[in-house]
């Protein structure tokens, strides 16, 4: 059974649209800006710059939420455009976020602990179910709410978890992606594990020093032949492999030879029926942290040996944007296979001395891209891959 | 087929490593507190002090169910409604006060939901498989359907649960961010589901995010599977009110033992089976409606044969 992709979304520092997301991807521009987090402005990150009051008004939305829930709805209601809720179309939402509420739970409890105007009806949005069960009002569905909290490869797991749903026949059609809002809590979070670069991010770069964090959401539509049938939309790309692996090699760091990472790109080509030399394009996790890229380089030369197809982070467009990354570069390998667009891996001047792989170093047009292969790694030693492919 | 075939929980009743759970059951009130079993037969020194109660209860109950089945597992799939709370809040507190630039990242590392199913994979040196659900009240239930789909997928030992922990700042956040009536509790019930027979399966289950009426709910459930309620010999319900509208053999509310958390449904199936084995009946049905418009139902049955 096939599973279609008819639909996509995103919204990012680097746009609320796909077409100005294409805008700075063409233009080989960040969205990363130092100050962009006004309660935290000495940290360089990817900020979508309205406040949440602004996001409702400029995206009529209607539904009460978190910061979290609010972008999510931005990015699943511009891919489920278009489409119908039917009673013949079991449809459902899957969404995956680290923080949840977080953003407003942390001003409520600094509250707290200072013992002024404490309200603690704001913590209603606090659970990361809460979330999606906000963007599921948003959008009208009610069949099926789920939510895959799995780190940074939450929207990953959400995209696979959406994927077998239609094919074990619980699901016909199901909204599919991540969301994560910016934090005090997050910031705070990944500078004491002290895995910032203080300037722009540089994956695969011998150079790296760590991580810019970014927020965002991104959301694709999965449907069943029977649905698009019924729905009558016509596919984008399909999405044909998907896997989870564990690392269990440490909480938060990769293995040095990536060997949870090797598991789940291999067995995501197992269940798209694909060799490695089908792979097109690989959208890397590439965090740009030294641990995780050098991991990654790894298991991408134990995979794809001497032919190693572009790779690239998109990481240095966008931020890390945790549990809502594989959503966005969802969206990306969808518009690289429909336009063959291969995107650069932004700051990028000296290989990693120990694997000396070279990602792609220029936006190019006009490419054959037929399948991409994608990969959201997160704490945990949680390693996804998802392969996107054309029609 | 999904046969259960391990369990082992971690709750406020005497209910770790015992034969039948039922027999151990009391009402719980404010004062209970969570029967903690000897970490430190299943967690090395050094981690026990780092670690938080849902991660030694997550972790001990996963590796009591590898022990019991001695099998490796090729998925583990983990429901939390609200997450690793302790870890959460202590680095909130730690990051809203500090004014130090250098703060331990322990809390927040230990902080995301996934922590629990990280360290069960980290304890047990297992690659498979690892997901984390987490969808308020009925979190572990869409996790079993995950675990079933894995079956389904060709899967043989799959590990599912759930677990979640009380912290006190929940008592400032009723009702906002939960709604109970019951005591607050922490709890965490881990099974093995395999295609191989056991006595005990899970037949069915259901979840519906948008109920009217959980009898409403019950009723279309118990039709599309061929049953009456009068066959079911055990209704393990989370809302008093229900039994009054039905007539099963037997009934209770389950949150009068597991007291209340988004992952006490999961403790429900425990005392199910545990139930259906002891008294040698068939049919055991659990209502979750502990979040009123989120409704998760499980059928369980023992094979008599």
Known sequence: MEIFITGYGMISCIGSTIDESLEYLRAEKTGIQLGAFEALPQYRVGVVPFSNDEIKAKFNISTDGSRTALLGMVAAKQAFEGHKLNDSIRTGLISGTSVGGMDISEREYKNFLEQTNHNPANYKHHASGTSSEEIAKELGVTEFINT?????????????????????????????????????????????????????????DESRKGLNLGEGAGFIVLESEKSLKLSGKKPLAKLTGWSNASDAFHQTASSPNGYGATISMQEALNVAGLQAQDIDYINAHGTATPNNDLSESHAIKTIFKDAIPPFSSTKAYTGHTLAASGGIEAVFAILAIQQGLLYPNLNFSTPIEETGLIPQLKFEEGKTIKNVLSNSFGFGGNNSTVILSAI | MYYIHSRASITCQDSFRTDNVCEKLVVIDDTSDVVSPEYKEFIPPASLRRLSPVLKMGLTASIECKNQSGKDFDAIVVGTGLGCLKDTEKFLSTFLTSTSDFLSPTAFIQSTHNTIGGQISLGLGNHAYNMTHTQNSVSFEVSLLDAMMCINEGKKNVLVGAADEKIDFLKEVQPNLISADFPLCSGASFFVLSPEKSEVQVKAISTTFSSENVLTDIAAFLDVHNLEMEKIDLLLHSNDGIEEHVT?????????????????????????????????????????????????????????A
Not at chain 1, 163 to 168: L, V
Not at chain 2, 270 to 290: F, S
Not at chain 2, 292 to 301: D, E
């Open chain 1, 148 to 204: 895959i909290s799995t780190a940074c490869s939450s929207a990953a797991n959400s995209l696979m978890m959406g994927a077998r749903m239609i094919k074990n026949g619980l699901l016909d059609r199901v909204i599919v992606g991540g969301t994560d809002g910016l934090s005090s809590f997050t910031i705070s979070g990944f500078k004491s594990l002290m895995i910032f670069d203080d300037e722009l991010c540089r994956p695969f």
């Open chain 2, 248 to 304: 099963p053999k037997d009934a209770f509310n389950f949150l009068d033992y597991s007291g209340f958390h988004y992952s006490a449904s999961a403790f429900a199936l425990h005392i199910a089976h545990d139930y259906l084995v002891n008294e040698e009946k068939e049919w055991a049905l659990i209502v979750n409606d502990m979040c009123p418009t989120n409704i998760g139902i499980m059928l369980i049955q023992r094979d008599e």
